[in-house]
């Protein structure tokens, strides 16, 4: 009998089919616990307080050969003549004897203002603070700093005091809120160094209170998880590949044009594969700040088309006697998978319609009532695995915040970040492998011969106006006939 894959698979291979995956997953979990570090890593660097009364706008650097004249503190006498528009925060990233890479993909910067209270100058509400800064780079520490970019930035200061403000407690600092300060899309350098400025004049960074020290926090991805994210990359994108084209390649085979569900896995496949391009390979030997905003537009449309397809294979399941097979059925399920709202009512319609179905099989034939609960069964399966894709998702993300460190186990390390990272992303890769395998066309179709086509016959011959009559091996599967859901002329 014509039909997709899980309509003709044996219990047997369905159970065999699934431990496969079972064990994927666990590889791919795994391989993050255990081989991957921790996704990211945050240092604090502590500003140095470089003297600059020329104005000179050259770059100040902490250390080296050229390191600038510095102070301490603002309590020393050299700072008690200077002026607030004389002191550049120095940052030199990374720390001494290290060096950046290309393998850290990206790099964000984060300040944390240290401010003592006082009485005359305390922090003023609503208050933004005004930051004049400057990155330069170089590769190696003896050239000349190169000059990336130069911008005046203004940020809202959050502070708050968390006991009286009396003379009694002068000297006690605020607690303030990090600041987002800059983000860099490529690690293409090996230094980095940053220049910050607070200008004050009447109207500049008034109210900000009494600043003491600067702290600039540098988060970038490890190296060594970088590189195998990219392995999994480099594997699975192939693998998605070439199972998309091959279920299309047995698509086409068919005599009738695609269903709409077929188009929409195939458009699942394709989304899946974009996915999976593994183009940070090209980032370590180029210079693109945009990669962030491209692995952002990757995730875009592998979920947009995830949902998509969940709201389209729930609709073409419902057995309700409606020709539902054109994209323009789907007009207002398609506009509400922006709001992300409409998934979880489909999935209720879904199941309340097959249990609708389940109620008229005891007036069936037996032939007839066992062939549909071997279908329901499998529709159901698949609407398991697809809920538990999502709840995995949900639940291995609020564990990964609020464990975000590691587990010890004996001697064995699991990081537990990383295992979120890699074993999501395998989850949602063996996801659309399997729906590709499972709704491909069977080969079985073609083996069917005159015998069992008059069992068919048979098997299959309506009762009332349920059921549409079969179609050959052109036909639609055996799911759309028992849904009435045969494609249009």
């Known amino acids: 009998m014509p039909g997709a894959i899980i309509e003709n698979m044996s219990t047997k291979k369905l159970v065999v089919l699934v431990l496969f995956i079972l064990v994927l997953q666990v590889v791919s979990i795994m ?80 300040l944390q203002v240290d401010i003592a209270f006082k009485m005359v100058n305390p922090i003023e509400d609503d208050v933004a603070i005004t930051i004049d800064a400057g990155l330069a780079y170089r590769d190696d520490l003896t050239s000349e700093w190169s000059a990336k970019f130069h911008s005046v930035e203004r940020r809202p200061l959050r502070c708050t005091f968390a006991v009286a403000k009396t003379y009694e407690n002068e000297g006690r600092f605020y607690q303030c809120d990090p600041i987002p300060f800059m983000e860099l899309g490529s690690v293409a350098h090996k230094y980095f160094l940053f220049n910050l400025r607070l200008p004050v004049n009447d ?82 030997g180029f210079e693109w700040t945009w990669m962030l905003l491209l692995e952002d537009a990757q995730q875009g449309v592998f979920y947009s088309t995830l949902f998509c397809f969940w709201v389209i294979f729930c609709g073409e399941h419902l057995m309700d006697q409606s020709r539902r097979n054109r994209l323009s059925a789907y007009w207002w399920q398609v506009g509400l998978v922006m709001f992300g709202c409409a998934l979880l009512l ?65 001697n064995y390390t699991f990081e537990v970040h990383s295992a979120f990272l890699t074993g999501i992303y395998g989850m949602w890769n063996l996801y659309v492998f399997t729906i590709i395998f499972l709704y491909a066309p069977s080969h079985k179709h073609g083996r069917e011969k005159s015998a069992d086509r008059q069992q068919t016959d048979v098997l299959e011959k309506p009762d009332s106006q349920e059921a549409e009559p079969t179609c050959g091996a052109q036909g639609p599967t055996e799911a759309y006939r028992i849904t009435g859901k045969v494609a249009e002329e």
């Open 203 to 284: 109207t500049v960074n008034v109210g900000i209170g009494e600043v003491k020290d600067i702290h600039v926090v540098g988060i970038h991805q490890n190296g060594g998880f970088t590189k195998v994210w990219i392995s999994m990359k480099t594997v699975f994108s192939p693998w998605i590949l070439v199972m998309t084209a091959w279920y299309w390649h047995r698509i086409s085979l068919m005599a009738r044009p695609p269903l709409l569900l077929e188009k929409g896995i195939f458009a699942l496949g394709i989304a899946m594969t974009i996915l999976n391009v593994p183009a940070e390979w090209l980032s370590l």
């Open 31 to 110: 391989v993050g616990a255990l081989i991957a570090p921790s996704p990211t890593s945050a240092i604090r660097y502590l500003a140095t307080k470089c003297i600059d009364r020329r104005k000179a706008r050259g770059w100040l650097a902490p250390w080296g050969s050229k390191r600038c004249q510095q102070i301490h503190s603002f309590d020393e006498p050299l700072a008690q003549t200077l002026d607030a528009n004389d002191i550049v925060f120095a940052v030199h990233v990374p720390l001494p004897h290290t060096e950046m890479s290309p393998w850290f993909q990206y790099m964000l910067a984060v």
């Open 346 to 410: 489909v999935f209720d319609l879904s199941d309340r319609n097959i249990g609708g179905k389940m109620q008229q099989l005891p007036a069936m034939p037996k032939a007839r009532r066992l062939r549909y609960k071997g279908i329901i069964f499998r529709f159901k399966f698949l609407m398991l695995v697809t809920l538990t894709c999502a709840a995995m998702t949900v639940i291995f993300f609020i564990l990964n915040q609020a464990n975000e460190g590691h587990w010890r186990w004996g």
